[in-house]
């Protein structure tokens, strides 16, 4: 079993900044894939961010250049740094890792609004 727990979300103006951070206990490892999903309101689960365990890294393409994922394997902690927020960033973020089976946080709210 592997637990995550999220934290750094908020409410910021538009044009702000966020981290969010993400610890990971339990069964988890650095052979894990983990990353960041978000839902808003009425719309289906997204991915936005994920870095593979040799730190290779994706981005949807609407965080492109604003968003940036990173890990440290030693604390077993994934970061989300979110640059230039935009009222269409908010939404309930979670915490994912897998390898095989794949775990969620509880997620954190993140409200961009001025």
């Known amino acids: 079993q592997v637990q995550l727990v999220e934290s750094g979300g908020g409410l910021v103006q538009p044009g702000g900044s966020l981290r969010l951070s993400c610890a990971a206990s339990?069964?988890?490892?650095?052979?894990?894939?983990m990353g960041w999903y978000r839902q808003a309101s009425g719309k289906q689960r997204e991915l936005v961010a994920r870095?593979?365990?040799?730190?290779?890294?994706n981005y949807a393409d609407s965080v492109k250049g604003r968003f940036t994922i990173s890990r440290d394997n030693a604390k077993n902690t994934v970061y989300l740094q979110m640059n230039s927020l935009k009222p269409e960033d908010t939404a309930v973020y979670y915490c994912?890792?897998?390898?095989?089976?794949?775990?969620w946080g509880q997620g954190t709210q993140v409200t961009v609004s001025s």
């Open positions: 870095v593979s365990s040799g730190g290779i890294t």
């Open positions: 994912w890792a897998q390898r095989i089976v794949a775990y």
């Open positions: 339990g069964s988890i490892s650095s052979s894990y894939v």
